[in-house]
């Protein structure tokens, strides 16, 4: 799955374990769904929505 992430954290210019947390996640996961190694569950993408205030689709794209 694509994503928006790095995009979005630097134009807040935060780094990975700033957006970590925030998220209570760790740094490793935030890494991990930016490189499109893992893809965040339901709550979490949602989490991150919130964070950004955008729309899930806005965010994450199918490949």
Do not use: C, H
Not at 11 to 29: G, H, K, M, T
Not at 46 to 52: E, P, S, T, Y
Request: charged fraction near 30%; proline fraction near 3%.
């Amino acid at each position: 799955m694509k994503n928006r992430l790095k995009v979005l954290r630097a134009e807040r210019d935060w780094s990975q374990a700033d957006l970590a947390e925030r998220l209570s996640v760790s740094r490793q996961s935030v890494n991990a769904i930016e490189t499109g190694k893992y893809d965040p569950s339901l709550p979490l993408a949602f989490k991150i929505a919130a964070l950004f205030d955008l729309a899930i689709e806005e965010i994450f794209q199918q490949d």
